[in-house]
């Protein structure tokens, strides 16, 4: 790779670094609107483990980042396209700590090495910053890979200092990033960051599951990234063939977990313009689980987006004749309120036939 490549890869470690703070602030966890229900419960475990454990995996791409921070609460997530990485914010109860982490993929620098993360970034802060004292140190782990530590101070937002310690883990193609940070100065030293570190671990072995593809796909959904989330909604689907049990587990059964799956991938390719594939989508549910209201619904969204009425009005017909079959705490949507609909408020035939279906 040529030095102009290399210089690339690093700034954006180094963006990641001093200003993704900003980034992540600007964006919100929220349990996506039509699966809040069943959802909920499961974002909430996802977030935080009964030990206080928090973890960041890859939708498609073995490895498990993971540490203990007791008394953090998650209150952000992010995540790019393609299922090349995966942020996290957690604050403690005091307000005084806040973590920063991330888990991503680098292949264009394999094999990585954890040093070889920490030293490109603080390269690239050191031309940022010529005068920025970094301190750097090495810290094995009971589990490879060891743990290439930084601390420094900057100058955040508001010209107030920023208090870091970073630790860097990277095997192969894959890079963990964990900051903890806050406005008054910590060092390494710090019990609760001490603590936090000593738990802190990279497994490259581990798989990926349907909790983390479904974690992944509602991020990018929720930072309106519609086009990036539709094929991981897809990912996450695959991954309830591969492990039914974990699905049956958050979701009630693997049938209401592909009901919401498939929802929400259709939902997300009719939002990124890809009528055709959500289409395709609804139809083969529709083949596999004919009971299931909404997927006629959807359909009927669809026919509305390509100004097929006449269809339109067929599956909403199919959709309300089956609303008895909702999810347990779902309920039928109003067409009339529905934006694939509003456009022919002023087609008076088809906008009586919305008044008369009765969502409950």
């Known amino acids: 790779m040529t030095g102009e490549g290399n210089g690339q890869f690093w700034a954006t470690i180094v963006f990641r670094i001093v200003h993704l703070r900003d980034k992540l602030a600007a964006m919100k966890i929220v349990v996506l609107i039509l699966v809040a229900v069943v959802v909920f419960r499961f974002s909430a475990a996802a977030q935080t483990a009964p030990d206080n454990g928090f973890k960041l995996v890859l ?9 203990s921070a007791e008394g953090f ?6 995540a790019k396209p393609e299922g090349r990485e995966i942020g ?3 604050k403690d ?3 005084r700590l806040t973590f920063l982490g991330f888990l991503f993929l680098v292949p264009e620098q394999a094999p990585l090495t954890s040093t070889k993360c920490l030293n490109g970034a603080v390269e690239s802060l050191k031309k940022g910053d010529p005068g920025l004292k970094i301190d750097t140190a090495e810290r094995a ?6 743990i290439a530590m930084a601390r420094y101070a900057a100058q955040g937002g508001g010209g107030k200092s920023m208090y870091s310690v970073h630790g860097f883990v990277a095997i192969d193609d894959i890079c963990g990033d964990l900051e903890v940070y806050s406005d008054t100065p910590i060092t390494r030293d710090d019990p609760v960051v001490q603590k936090i570190f000593a738990s802190y671990r990279l497994d490259p072995n581990y798989s990926p599951q349907f909790d983390s593809a479904l974690l992944y796909a509602q991020t990018l959904y929720q930072a309106r990234m519609y086009k990036a989330a539709a094929p991981m909604f ?18 009630k059964d693997t049938k209401t977990a592909t009901r919401v799956v498939t929802d929400q991938a259709g939902m997300a390719y009719g939002m990124s313009g890809n009528i055709q594939k959500a289409r395709s989508l609804f139809e083969k549910a529709i083949a596999e689980d004919p009971d299931y209201p909404l997927n006629y619904y959807n359909l009927a969204c669809a026919d509305a987006e390509e100004k097929n ?3 339109a009005r067929t599956h909403l017909q199919q959709a309300f004749a089956r609303k008895a079959n909702v999810i347990s705490g779902e309920a039928m949507p ?17 906008w009586a036939f919305l008044k008369s279906l009765q969502p409950q």
Request: without cysteine; glycine residues 4%; proline residues 8%.
């Open 73 to 78: 609460k998650i209150v952000q997530y992010s």
């Open 309 to 311: 009425l006449a269809d």
């Open 93 to 95: 109860q005091s307000g």
């Open 334 to 350: 109003d067409p009339t309120k529905d934006d694939s609909f509003l456009p022919y408020r002023d087609n008076k035939e088809f």
């Open 141 to 146: 782990s009971s589990n490879k890979p060891s």
């Open 88 to 90: 996290i914010r957690g």
């Open 59 to 67: 939708p498609e791409h073995r490895g498990l980042l993971s540490w």
């Open 234 to 251: 897809e990912v996450a689907l695959l991954k309830i063939k591969e492990n039914p049990d974990m699905a049956a587990r958050m979701m």
